[in-house]
């Protein structure tokens, strides 16, 4: 008697013989024509369909009980690799992160993830919350990973608000508005709940407000911005912003934009003196008389609508200075500046006698020349910043004749006389950008740089299309330890504005 598998508990089969032998010539000739078989040959063939179909009963049920036992030990080995599973997961290290280190995760994946308009119940934290139950308890006890508030017409609900805001405990709260012409875009309540946690607010963000915008719910916060730290108001410049920033103790941080890059600001009333980072766009005399209150910025990125004369206002801690028209720079003394942008094709009256007046030849370190052309200038400038590893230039004129001049002024002597350096002796990183439907004079350009073997580290180079020698000398490049890639573009905005070279230079603040 067979006994049953020690696995599947089946009983053993052996399986039926296959005793179906094939037919005899006779009968392989007839089942091969359409003749009629004879009154002899009937019997014989009944006897064959009775064994045949004996036969194959015998394998239909033989393979039904091999699949039986196939689909035992199938799920078997599901319920163990289940089991697998699920002791890999109580091994895992996610799950023994210390919950300090889940909380800030969960702070990463929130960065970022803000989309104008989307339902908050359907963005982070409210969706992180809902991954299990560790990540829940972690959610839910951080109350940092809440405390990004949003306002819109179109996405916000007075019940999440105040439960975010619970939520959030004593965090310190970024507030994030968006087209929030009136106190009727949104619910009241929503409001009354964010108003009433005015003294919590760290950021405050005023985006894509309308002309005639109705902003007077901000004004129960006047004398209690205790903790606001930064301030962006997007807004036509005639937006009435009610004057309640002025006694915000703690603002270091003010961005105001128009509703395009060349539109003026609006008026918004700050404590200018305690600020350290700003962003404006005003005429020169209003821009001049904020910057002589602000004698404690770090960085600033002005513009202006018109012209203004006067002393130099002299800003003594300014790091950073971003300026899109340069005769502002008459207005200026910057003795410890150590970046420069400046983005206006008039180069030669204003940008000398600045680095001069300032004595940046031994604190500048980063130039960015966006949208110039290429004076004869440019060579004293660049040769009177010995200290400089960074230098961006985005030509909007200059033949090859022209960018030859630069190039050959820019390649270092070979003489290892200190006293004969040569043109930025310390220069680590190049990005340069050629203009439009000019030829790129590659030659003069790869032996500048071979001029700076082991100097350099970083080389970009953009444009519409990539010229002749132009790919082959950046592979030699590449091939000697440099960082060095075309970008395929028009504009060094559109490439570099976000930060392909590791820094984000138009969003200052």
């Known amino acids: 008697m067979a006994r049953p598998c020690w696995r599947c508990g089946a009983t053993a ?8 032998s094939p037919p005899p010539r006779d009968l392989a000739t007839l089942l091969a024509s359409n003749e009629i078989p004879s009154d002899s040959d009937m019997p014989v063939l009944r006897k064959r369909i009775t064994e045949g179909q004996a036969q194959v009963d015998a394998l239909n049920a033989h393979i039904t009980e091999l699949q039986t036992m196939l689909g035992r030990l199938i799920a078997e080995r599901d319920q163990i690799s289940d089991l697998v599973h699920q002791y890999e997961s109580a091994v895992s290290t996610v799950r023994r992160l210390p919950q300090d280190l889940v909380c800030e995760i969960l702070g990463l994946l929130s960065r970022g993830s803000r989309r104008m308009g989307r339902e908050s119940i359907d963005a982070p934290p409210w969706v992180l919350a809902q991954v299990c139950r560790s990540w829940r308890h972690a959610a839910l006890t951080y109350g940092s990973l809440w405390s990004t508030i949003e306002i819109s017409p179109l996405s916000t609900s007075p019940d999440i608000i105040e439960a975010q805001l619970q939520r959030s405990g004593d965090a310190l709260l970024q507030i994030y508005c968006y087209r929030l012409n009136s106190k009727y875009d949104v619910h009241p309540r929503v409001l009354e709940l964010i108003v009433s946690q005015s003294h919590r607010w760290r950021t405050l963000h005023l985006k894509q407000i309308g002309l005639n915008a109705d902003l007077s719910w901000l004004w129960p916060t006047n004398n209690r911005l205790a903790a606001l730290e930064s301030l ?13 920033f002025s006694t915000a103790g703690q603002l270091r941080r003010v961005v105001l934009s128009g509703e395009g890059s060349r539109m003026e600001s609006p008026f918004v009333a700050v404590p200018w003196s305690q600020v350290t980072h700003y962003r404006g766009r005003y005429p020169a005399e209003r821009q001049r008389d904020i910057l002589s209150l602000a004698a ?7 513009g202006d609508t018109t012209t203004a004369s006067g002393e130099p206002i002299t800003l003594p801690h300014l790091r950073r200075l971003i300026i899109t028209e340069n005769h502002f720079l008459d207005n200026l003394t910057t003795p410890n500046l150590t970046e420069l942008h400046v983005s206006d094709t008039d180069f030669d009256p204003y940008i000398f006698p600045f680095i001069a007046r300032s004595s940046l030849s031994s604190t500048l370190t980063k130039l960015i020349l966006s949208c110039v052309t290429l004076p004869p200038a440019l060579v ?28 050959e002024a820019l390649a270092l002597p070979e003489s290892e006389n200190p006293l004969e350096a040569g043109t930025l002796p310390n220069l680590e990183t190049l990005i340069y950008g050629y203009p439009p439907g000019s030829a790129f004079p ?3 350009f790869f032996n500048m740089l071979r001029s700076r073997s082991g100097r350099l580290r970083h080389v970009r180079v953009f444009g519409e299309l990539p010229s002749i020698g132009l790919a082959s000398g950046l592979s030699a490049l590449r091939e000697a330890g440099v960082d060095a890639s075309f970008v395929r573009n028009t504009t060094w905005s559109a ?3 976000e ?10 603040v």
């Open 296 to 302: 404690n910025l770090v960085e600033c990125a002005i």
């Open 499 to 508: 930060g392909k070279v590791g820094e984000r230079v138009f969003n200052l």
């Open 380 to 407: 004293a400038t660049l040769a009177a910043l010995p200290t400089l590893t960074y230098l961006l230039i985005e030509t909007s004129l200059g033949g090859p004749k022209t960018q030859t001049a630069l190039f």
């Open 13 to 20: 089969v052996t399986p039926t013989p296959t005793v179906f």
């Open 442 to 444: 590659a030659s003069p």
């Open 495 to 497: 490439v570099f504005g």
């Open 232 to 244: 962006w108001v997007y807004s036509p410049a005639q937006t009435v912003v009610p004057d309640v």
